[in-house]
């Protein structure tokens, strides 16, 4: 009797286990992403030749149709360091709601994105908190003034049989 019951507990908690669904967000590491990028020495911002704060419009909401007025999408932000030779300091990256208000700071302190690297982050489908206005604001620098990152939002969502999926473009505010 007590080895069908430790055969029944070990199914039940291979089937919960089964049925969570991984964080979009955490690497092979099992790190947060942008956590795992994170450098604890400071930057000299007088070496800094590039500093930009960019806007990127997110939408954790959309209206679609009529019949169901809105649905709730996914987010992706995506930060591109287009630079074969230089590293991207970033220092912010803060999510905002519809009526402006903080939502949540990503890192702790500074990342450095080298050379042609990408790193991205989830806002999830189910994630409302922004609203169909919400917005990241991105700050960052590099050592020299001739670097052009490329940060975009890509929105993806469903309703019903139809699905759909747009970009939007990183604006600076500076």
């Known amino acids: 009797m007590r080895h069908i019951s430790i055969i029944s507990l070990t199914i039940l908690l291979s089937l919960i286990y089964a ?3 991984p964080d979009p967000n955490i690497n092979n590491q099992g790190q947060d992403e942008l956590k795992s990028l994170e450098i604890t020495t400071t930057i000299d911002k007088s070496e800094m030749k590039y500093q930009d704060i960019i806007y990127v419009p997110i939408y954790s909401d959309i209206y679609v149709d009529e019949v169901n007025q809105s649905t709730l999408i996914s987010a992706t932000l995506s930060i591109r360091n287009t630079s074969f030779s230089d590293s991207l300091f970033i220092s912010n990256i803060s999510y905002y709601n519809t009526e402006g208000e903080l939502v949540r700071n990503y890192i702790d302190n500074s990342i450095i994105l080298p050379p042609m690297a990408t790193v991205n982050y989830v806002i999830e489908r189910e994630d409302d908190t922004g609203g169909p206005g919400a917005n990241f604001i991105v700050s960052l620098s590099a050592k020299k003034s001739n670097v052009k990152p490329l940060i975009q939002a890509i929105m ?19």
């Open 19 to 21: 049925c969570t669904i």
């Open 156 to 174: 993806i969502g469903k309703t019903g049989n139809k699905a759909f999926a747009f970009d939007t473009d990183g604006y600076s505010v500076l």
